[in-house]
C-alpha cells in the first residue's frame, strides 16, 4: 500500500521543473556574467569575468539561503509534526529557490542583451 504525504504530487512537479529550469538558468547567468566582465574591464576581461561570476553565485547563494530558512524555522515552530510535513517545508525550499531563479535568469538576459546592444563593440 502506497502511503501518501500531503504535498507529494507538488514536490515531484517542482523538481521536474527545477532540473529543467537549472540549466538554462546557468547558461543565462554565465552569459550575463562574461557580457558584464567584458563592459567593466579593459584589460583583464576573463578575470574579470571570472570573479563576477564567484561574486554573483556566493552572493546568490546567501540570498537563498537566507529567503528558504526564515519561512522553513517559522514553520517548523508553527507545525508539531515535522515528519508529516516534510514535503511542506521541501516545496517551500523548491518553491523559494525556483523562483529565485527565474527572477534572476530574467534580469541577467535582459542585462546582458542590453550591455551587448548598447555598450560593447561586436563587430
Same mark, same amino acid.
Do not use: D, W
Given at each position: 500500500e502506497m502511503v501518501s504525504y500531503p504535498g507529494y504530487g507538488a514536490y515531484e512537479a517542482l523538481t521536474a521543473v527545477q532540473m529543467l529550469a537549472?540549466?538554462?538558468y546557468s547558461v543565462i547567468l554565465i552569459m550575463s556574467c562574461i557580457t558584464t566582465g567584458s563592459v567593466l574591464s579593459k584589460k583583464h576581461k576573463v578575470l574579470t569575468t571570472v570573479a &563576477? +561570476?564567484?561574486?554573483?553565485?556566493t552572493a546568490l547563494s546567501i540570498v537563498t539561503s537566507i529567503l528558504t530558512a526564515v519561512p522553513q524555522i517559522l514553520l517548523l515552530t508553527a507545525v508539531e509534526n515535522y515528519e508529516q510535513n516534510f514535503? &511542506? +517545508?521541501t516545496?517551500?525550499?523548491?518553491g523559494?529557490?525556483?523562483g529565485l531563479q527565474v527572477l534572476v535568469a530574467v534580469g541577467a538576459y535582459f542585462l546582458s542583451t542590453?550591455?551587448?546592444?548598447?555598450?560593447l563593440n561586436l563587430s
Open positions: 537549472a540549466p538554462i &563576477l +561570476y564567484y561574486g554573483v553565485t514535503y &511542506l +517545508y516545496n517551500i525550499s523548491l523559494i529557490n525556483l542590453g550591455l551587448m546592444k548598447h555598450k
